[in-house]
């Protein structure tokens, strides 16, 4: 009997040899039995050619490995089940890392990371929770940092959600201290430019208006939404910068 089905099927996909389970039937519960699924491995699908071009073919092998459990009220029951694979299983930790289909994030971790993305935490940040969590639980790493971001990565909708509280942020800079900004946006609507002052800035340009301007290199991408950022800096009597917008 088995309490956490997930927490089950990882820990019997990580021993003797390491493979990965997929669920690939559900089935509703009836007056007399309780809901079923079937978790089969992760290579169960027939091969078949995925670039005919180059012959390939893909590491599904129709191996035959599948469990069949019922729910029932202490947890989850194996009722058959077929244990043995058509295929060699990944041995080493290392070498089940580099392969995507072995790579998985513990089960129990999908709630906080989730809490951890509306919370504004980057994919980063989300990875090195996790991975502080899993040396208190003493629970192997088993994904990489790539998992966290593509599963945690802001989706377009959050991205364009961000881009409104700052725009909503520089209007009330404008009309509560009178910080000017304008907005450049491309042709599907997207913020392309933004150029913003900060408080202060034109007194300080008066002081200095006939001082050269320093821009830094915008060459480099800086966040995840590929948006550049750069300083315009006057050079004061004092031979000091002072940034202005």
Known sequence: MFPDLNEW???????????????????????????????SCYRAIKAKLTNEKRNTI?????????????????????VTGYFAHNHDLVESHSASLAESTLRQIPFEF?????????????????????ISKAHEKHLP?????????????????ERGF?????VSYLQEQLSTKGLYFAIQTAEDSSMSK????????????????EANIVVF???????KYTLKFTAFCPVNKHGNTQVLA
Request: hydrophobic fraction near 30%; proline fraction near 3%; glycine fraction near 6%.
């Open 9 to 39: 099927a990882l820990d019997l996909a990580t021993g003797g040899g390491r493979f990965n389970l997929v669920r690939s039937s559900t089935y509703t519960p009836t007056s007399r039995k309780g809901k079923q699924r079937v978790l």
């Open 58 to 78: 893909t590491q599904r092998c129709n191996c035959p490995y599948s469990i069949r459990l019922e729910e029932c009220i202490e947890g989850w029951a194996v």
């Open 110 to 130: 999908n709630t906080l990371g989730f809490e951890l993305k509306r919370a504004g935490l980057t994919a980063s940040k989300i990875n090195q929770v996790f």
């Open 141 to 157: 790493i088993t994904w990489s940092y790539q998992d966290v971001y593509n599963k945690f990565q802001p989706s377009v909708e």
């Open 162 to 166: 961000d881009a409104t509280n700052f």
């Open 194 to 209: 933004v150029f913003w002052t900060l408080t202060d800035s034109f007194e300080r340009w008066v002081e200095n208006s």
């Open 217 to 223: 290199d915008t060459t480099h991408g800086t966040n």
